[in-house]
């Protein structure tokens, strides 16, 4: 019985792991953006796989406003919540409390029932930039990078990769820093956090949701830290509508990509 409990666990990891070795979407982050995103992709028939650094998906949720686990969402939200069949409760004016270890747990689940596989534990450390494009990411297990073992690291080769590493953009930051692509910002690198200005940081998330550079997208606080947007603390309504914006580009850029069947 016990070699077998093994046995079943390495070969059905083994056979996740080769199935996802080539995809279409490598999303780092399993933040409120990036498992949104997974969940579209997936509903809409991508081999989508999610990267997280940590044990547990959920990024910043967990811990609603320090520490106090409820977070804030706005009205035009709730489509979303739904999706995901995660409640909330009106709390005045278009604003609704959401409880936090429910929405990142229905997140997570939300977004493997739809199909998206996710890889915990594991941290990108590096990109595959082939053909000025972004054509991957490079997987090593986060005990082996946060123990700084010199241990070489594998390879997943993607369509497309969404950064949705939160405040470091660590994506966006390597592709700068290491492949010197031109980022579509203002200044063509990372312009950096501004400091917290709700309003216009849950409009600037949203907005400057897009494709860096071939191959590359960023969502999230992500996407506020390329483009110099403000934060905005433990509202998430932006998070997750940049989710969804994100899945949309990259759907809209295959479909492009793949023309529409007998149109040529
Ligand atoms: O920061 P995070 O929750 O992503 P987000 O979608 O949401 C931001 C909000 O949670 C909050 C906020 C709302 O107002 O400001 O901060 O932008 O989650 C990012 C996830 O990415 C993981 C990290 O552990 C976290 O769970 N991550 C970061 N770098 C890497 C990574 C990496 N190199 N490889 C794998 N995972």
Same mark, same amino acid.
């Given at each position: 019985? =016990? =070699?077998?409990i093994?046995?079943?666990? +390495?070969?059905?990891? !083994?056979e996740?792991?080769?199935?996802?070795?080539?995809?279409?979407?490598? +999303?780092?982050?399993?933040?409120?953006?990036?498992?949104?995103?997974?969940?579209?992709?997936?509903?809409?028939?991508?081999?989508?796989a999610?990267?997280?650094?940590?044990?547990a998906?959920?990024?910043?949720?967990?811990?609603?406003?320090?520490?106090?686990?409820?977070? +804030?969402?706005?009205?035009?939200?709730?489509?979303i919540l739904?999706d !995901?069949g995660?409640?909330?409760?009106?709390?005045?004016?278009?604003?609704? %409390?959401?409880? *936090?270890?429910?929405?990142?747990? &229905?997140?997570?689940f939300?977004?493997?029932?739809?199909?998206?596989?996710f !890889?915990?534990?594991?941290?990108?450390?590096?990109?595959? !930039?082939?053909?000025d494009?972004?054509?991957?990411?490079?997987?090593?297990?986060?005990?082996v %990078?946060?123990? =700084?073992?010199?241990?070489d690291?594998?390879?997943?080769?993607?369509?497309? +990769?969404?950064?949705?590493?939160?405040?470091?953009?660590?994506?966006? *930051?390597?592709?700068?820093?290491?492949?010197g692509?031109a980022?579509? %910002?203002?200044?063509?690198?990372?312009?950096?956090?501004?400091?917290?200005?709700?309003?216009?940081? =849950?409009?600037? %998330?949203?907005?400057?949701?897009k494709q860096?550079?071939?191959?590359?997208?960023?969502?999230?606080?992500?996407?506020?830290?390329?483009?110099?947007?403000?934060?905005? &603390?433990p509202?998430?309504?932006?998070?997750?509508?940049?989710?969804?914006? *994100?899945?949309?580009?990259?759907?809209?850029?295959?479909?492009a990509?793949?023309g529409?069947?007998?149109?040529?």
């Open positions: 019985m =016990e =070699e077998k093994s046995l079943a666990i +390495v070969e059905r990891f !083994f996740k792991l080769r199935e996802h070795l080539a995809i279409d979407v490598a +999303v780092v982050g399993a933040g409120p953006s990036g498992m949104v995103a997974a969940r579209d992709l997936a509903a809409a028939g991508k081999k989508v999610v990267f997280e650094r940590k044990l998906p959920g990024g910043g949720i967990w811990g609603g406003g320090m520490l106090f686990n409820e977070v +804030v969402v706005q009205e035009d939200s709730l489509p739904e !995901f995660i409640g909330s409760r009106l709390c005045g004016e278009g604003r609704y %409390t959401v409880d *936090a270890v429910e929405m990142a747990a &229905g997140l997570v939300g977004a493997c029932r739809a199909g998206a596989v !890889f915990n534990a594991v941290s990108v450390e590096d990109i595959v !930039f082939k053909e494009r972004v054509a991957g990411v490079v997987i090593n297990w986060s005990p %990078t946060r123990l =700084e073992m010199h241990v690291p594998l390879v997943v080769t993607s369509r497309a +990769v969404l950064d949705g590493t939160g405040h470091p953009s660590e994506i966006a *930051a390597l592709a700068s820093r290491k492949a692509i980022l579509a %910002t203002g200044s063509g690198g990372i312009m950096g956090e501004r400091p917290m200005w709700v309003e216009r940081g =849950e409009e600037s %998330t949203v907005r400057d949701t860096l550079c071939p191959g590359l997208y960023v969502s999230g606080m992500a996407a506020n830290n390329v483009s110099g947007g403000f934060r905005m &603390g509202i998430f309504g932006g998070m997750l509508k940049s989710g969804r914006k *994100a899945a949309a580009l990259i759907l809209e850029e295959f479909s990509s793949e529409v069947p007998g149109d040529d």
